[in-house]
């Protein structure tokens, strides 16, 4: 199996199976508990149909959109993800130099391998930072400031991580950051010289963006969910959000809003879009999937603040169905990152290319020439 | 396979699979006729999404409730059980211990192989006796004032086992109390011989609350379906339900009631509280699931006694749904049963610590600082 044979989702995730060490592998795949919302957030998009128009000479179809503030080739980015070095040795700097490629958002998480400079000197294209409150406020904001310097366009504070998730595969298989050889994995990394190899001779694993700040270092292995919970404050309040919507002055959105009522709020403190996710189902399990939450959350705050569904998206219909319910646009992280692992740069870029081939072939079938023309008219909800 | 590596519901319950006997495996995991409402128990949680809010300053959860009249550490608490020490030689002593630790409330069944004397001895938190309306009408006044002397804090009467449910696979296993060898058993308990030696080497095995009312004494090896059916008294109605309430002058809930019609008679002869239950799936199977018959319930009666929702609850996020929908407290069998087979005390000690750190973590995903800011307003039903 090689990228040329990726055609979807499953290709993408069956070649990074292949590709990576197990326990990263399944740190990539894996939810939490019984992965019930995992599951759910792909299921929902089944629960709607999509209705077309004919005869609508549609001609070439304009995928573009504006989100954010800025105007990006297509409604789907790439949402923030952690940790992107280990999934392929060039990381952060493959996934942003693709979407640069495709001209829509990177977005950089927190916990990136790359430094928010490294990254703004490597992609001129749009690019998002995503940001977690630290206990130690003087860490949040030297990286608010450095995103501004380093000419990020947006910023979005994740909301939904005051606590680490319980991943349970990452128990069997022992993850940690960076990975550490226990007798169960070590049989994984020597049956993938390449991955082994690769992580070995290329730069050094490192949290780019806070090694500086925490005392540990990351060269001490760690796991993830370890961080989280020492570094993040649970005690994360609106205020907190306001103070970061002020001292940002950019456009903002909050990453991790499932509720109206937090919805609105989020109008209230400034913010200039909601990302509706629950993490990849990596956070709360039984919690609510994106897709079904949409309609809701749009009926509430609809045309005041940008909503982007972040979650379970594998197809370029399910980009669509979330456009005709109201969305402004659509992001993925396993889809992208799946690609990255089988094939760095070019794998991100075939992913794009695959999903830019989806909606233009879809928005013709559903009879569309502009994003701004899809509407609840366009779908249905089964009974 | 060990202890440490048990990190849910299904890991417990392999382990526990490993180490008994099939026929007594078969006892806890099987349930009536096809195993529907035993699935649906279950499955019922999944037709209805949380909810969370974000930024509510999460630092420090408090899990406590009250039932009955007493404050417990956590939300939910240890069914009755019968015959526990078929499962683990410590049974009832080392559950006992287990909720102690926890300062969470201990169900001890009429069927228990510890007696209500020295339950009472061991431990000081919490305890409910679970009570079966015998023919025998010593036997009843014998289990009342023993428990009543040993200062139990609740009285439960079962009202759903009025006559043995239809357990296929203990007539497939041949299981009764005490075991008996058949042939077909003969090799399952020849390939776990610990469980026999401790069964054997670890104290006689005894129903100390009835045994000096059996005629044939617990020498003769019985099901539990035929105990249901030629000892309990089928004439049982409300009558003697509200004559036992005032006998026992206490806090006093029916445990096994499922219709509005009844949950409002039970208000109207002086019980406390109702579990809403159906036996764990082991009695009447196509019944419905406590989760599924929840709401109604506690809109007729929630506020005129102690709604407790018992059967199927395997996670954490299970119970902040029962709670959120308006139960008082969650309680299971199965809960920890695996836990104790698989390892005893210790064991029902890690399941417990599991839930419990579950809960924490669900609480604070969920923006909640305290069991009651749970309310519907975190729930979705799916459409």
Not at chain 1, 229 to 238: C, R
Not at chain 1, 302 to 316: F, S, T, W
Not at chain 1, 356 to 373: A, P, S
Not at chain 2, 360 to 371: S, V
Request: with cysteine.
């Amino acid at each position: 199996m090689s990228l040329k044979n990726c055609y979807n989702f499953e290709d993408f995730r069956k070649l990074a199976k292949k590709n990576l060490p197990a326990p990263i592998f399944h740190y990539i795949d894996g939810g939490s508990d019984d992965e019930v919302t995992l599951k759910r957030n792909t299921e929902s998009f089944s629960k709607y149909d999509l209705v077309p128009n004919i005869l609508a000479s549609v001609g070439e179809p304009d995928l573009s959109t504006t989100v954010l503030g800025t105007k990006i080739d297509m409604p789907l980015f790439l949402s923030p993800t952690a940790m992107q070095r280990l999934y392929h040795h060039d990381g952060d700097k493959a996934s942003a130099r693709a979407a640069e490629k495709y001209g829509t958002f990177y977005s950089m998480s927190t916990m990136a391998t790359s430094s928010i400079e490294q990254i703004a000197n490597v992609s001129g294209g749009p690019k998002m930072f995503q940001l977690y409150i630290h206990k130690d406020q003087a860490l949040t904001d030297n990286l608010i400031d450095r995103c501004k310097s380093s000419g990020f366009k947006s910023l979005c504070l994740t909301v939904d991580t005051v606590v680490a998730g319980n991943r349970e595969r990452d128990h069997r298989w022992g993850f940690t950051t960076p990975p550490k050889l226990t007798l169960k994995s070590l049989m994984s990394f020597i049956t993938h010289p390449k991955w082994t190899f690769n992580y070995l001779t290329h730069e050094k694993f490192e949290l780019a963006n806070v090694s500086h700040f925490t005392k540990k270092g990351s060269s001490i292995a760690k796991g993830v969910m370890e961080y989280i919970n020492e570094q993040y404050d649970p005690a994360m309040s609106w205020k907190d959000a306001e103070y970061c919507v002020k001292r940002w002055k950019g456009p903002f959105a909050l990453k991790g809003v499932m509720s109206v009522e937090d919805a609105k709020r989020a109008i209230d403190i400034g913010a200039s879009a909601i990302m509706l996710s629950n993490h990849g189902g990596r956070q709360l399990d039984g919690s609510r999937s994106p897709f079904d939450q949409l309609k809701t959350i749009v009926d509430a705050v609809g045309g005041k603040i940008e909503i982007i569904v972040d979650g379970g998206i594998r197809r370029g219909t399910h980009v669509l169905k979330a456009l005709s319910l109201g969305a402004t646009a659509c992001s993925f992280g396993k889809g992208f990152l799946f690609a990255l692992s089988a094939g760095g740069q070019k794998g991100v870029e075939t992913i794009l290319q695959r999903m830019k081939e989806e909606l233009r072939r879809d928005m013709i079938l559903l009879g569309k020439k502009k994003i701004e023309d899809l509407g609840e008219e366009n779908i249905a909800i089964r009974n | 396979m060990s202890l440490k590596n048990c990190h849910n519901f299904s890991d417990f319950r392999k382990l526990a699979k490993r180490k008994l006997p099939s026929p007594i495996f078969h006892y806890i995991d099987g349930a009536a006729d096809d195993e529907v409402t035993y699935a649906r128990n279950t499955s019922a949680f999944d037709d209805v999404d949380l909810v969370p809010n974000v930024l509510r300053g999460v630092e420090n959860v408090d899990l406590s409730t009250t039932i009955f009249g007493k404050k417990l550490d956590l939300p939910f608490y240890l069914a009755p059980t019968a015959l526990q020490r078929l499962f683990h030689y410590d049974g009832e002593r080392a559950v006992g211990k287990a909720a102690q630790k926890f300062n969470t409330m201990f169900g001890v069944s009429a069927l228990a192989t510890v007696s209500v004397e020295e339950i009472s001895s061991m431990i000081d938190t919490p305890k409910m006796f679970q009570f079966y309306f015998h023919k025998d009408r010593g036997l009843n006044t014998s289990c009342l004032e023993r428990a009543k002397a040993a200062k139990f804090d609740v009285m439960a009467l079962t009202v759903d086992t009025i006559t043995g449910g239809n357990r296929e696979r203990d007539l497939r296993t041949g299981f009764t109390s005490p075991p008996k060898l058949t042939l077909a058993s003969l090799f399952s308990f020849a390939t776990k011989p610990m469980w026999g030696i401790n069964y054997l080497t670890k104290g006689k095995f005894e129903l100390p609350h009835i045994q000096d009312h059996l005629e044939a004494g617990t020498s003769t090896n019985t099901s539990i379906g035929n105990y249901f059916s030629t000892m309990l008294d089928q004439s049982m109605n409300w009558k003697d339900a509200e004559k036992l309430c005032a006998q026992w002058g206490g806090h006093f809930a029916l445990k096994g009631v499922m219709s509005v019609e009844d949950a409002k008679r039970a208000v109207d002869i002086g019980c406390t509280g109702i579990m809403v239950s159906n036996h764990g799936g082991r009695q009447l199977d196509g019944s419905r699931s406590p989760f599924d018959q929840l709401a109604e319930i506690v809109d007729a009666v929630g506020d005129k006694l102690d709604v407790i929702c018992e059967g199927g609850i395997h996670r954490g996020t299970h119970m902040l749904k029962a709670l959120s929908l308006g139960a008082k407290a969650c309680s299971g069998g199965r809960l920890y049963l695996y836990a104790l087979a698989a390892a005893g005390q210790a064991g029902v000690e890690r399941a417990l610590g599991q839930y419990k750190a579950e809960l924490e973590r669900d609480m604070k995903l969920m923006g909640c600082t305290k069991i009651s800011e749970l309310s519907r307003k975190n729930l979705r039903f799916r459409g």
